[in-house]
T-cell receptor, first 116, second 115 residues
Framework: AQSVTQLDSQVPVFEEAPVELRCNYS??????LFWYVQYPNQGLQLLLK??????LVKGINGFEAEFNKSQTSFHLRKPSVHISDTAEYFC??????????????FGQGTTLQVKP | ETGVTQTPRHLVMGMTNKKSLKCEQH?????MYWYKQSAKKPLELMFV???????ENNSVPSRFSPECPNSSHLFLHLHTLQPEDSALYLC??????????????FGPGTRLTVL
């Protein structure tokens, strides 16, 4: 079975400061990892995903994430946040291997609050 | 219209009502999904359809009845709901069903309140 834990339910940060949103996963098979963002009153939008290759993945809006297999982590980072980054962020995992249905397992979400 | 659309955006219903949620995707995808998003809980996958065939039912109560007439449209028929069913219901689509690497594209959701 797979699971995802987002270690912080809320992260307050000042505008132009760096931010890291933490995500840990557990899985008995190889995984694919995703970060989605949900702005108020909207659906989820993909920020970035790790499938294979380089462990540092760059996404939209200046976000990046690093896959760390030994620590089973996929933390999301941005060097300088804007007010417009205020949103809910979701980490998700899907598994490789036969029998996989493409099912995404989501974490509980982290609310990023950017203050002026 | 582009992307994934959902109607209505808001719905209030009594426990004895029957209503339907509609989802339409304009992306040419072959797989569609229903998710339930409740406050302070992870998104819960409810149903998956691949080429109009249901491939996953995540132990959803029978008061939720999905319908997928074609790869572009997905419905969720609701009857005899309970107050705990109040949530945001999200529809998503992806190019291929069962492909763990594919990005899922989400609609804006229907905010459902059951009185």
């Amino acid at each position: 079975a797979q699971s995802v834990t987002q270690l912080d339910s809320q992260v307050p940060v000042f505008e132009e400061a760096p931010v890291e949103l933490r995500c840990n996963y557990s899985s008995s098979v190889s995984v694919y990892l995703f970060w989605y963002v949900q702005y108020p009153n909207q659906g989820l939008q993909l920020l970035l995903k790790y499938l294979s290759g380089s462990t540092l993945v760059k996404g939209i809006n200046g976000f990046e994430a690093e896959f760390n297999k030994s620590q089973t982590s996929f933390h999301l980072r941005k060097p300088s946040v804007h007010i417009s980054d205020t949103a809910e962020y979701f980490c998700a995992v899907s598994g490789s291997g036969s029998g996989n249905t493409g099912k995404l397992i989501f974490g509980q979400g982290t609310t990023l609050q950017v203050k002026p | 219209e582009t992307g994934v659309t959902q109607t209505p955006r808001h719905l209030v219903m009594g426990m004895t009502n029957k209503k339907s949620l509609k989802c339409e995707q304009h992306l040419g995808h072959n797989a569609m999904y229903w998710y339930k998003q409740s406050a302070k809980k992870p998104l819960e996958l409810m149903f998956v359809y691949n080429f109009k065939e249901q491939t996953e039912n995540n132990s959803v109560p029978s008061r939720f009845s999905p319908e997928c007439p074609n790869s572009s449209h997905l419905f969720l028929h609701l009857h005899t709901l309970q107050p705990e069913d109040s949530a945001l219901y999200l529809c998503a689509s992806s190019r291929r069903g069962g492909a763990a690497t594919d990005t899922q594209y989400f609609g804006p959701g229907t905010r459902l309140t059951v009185l």
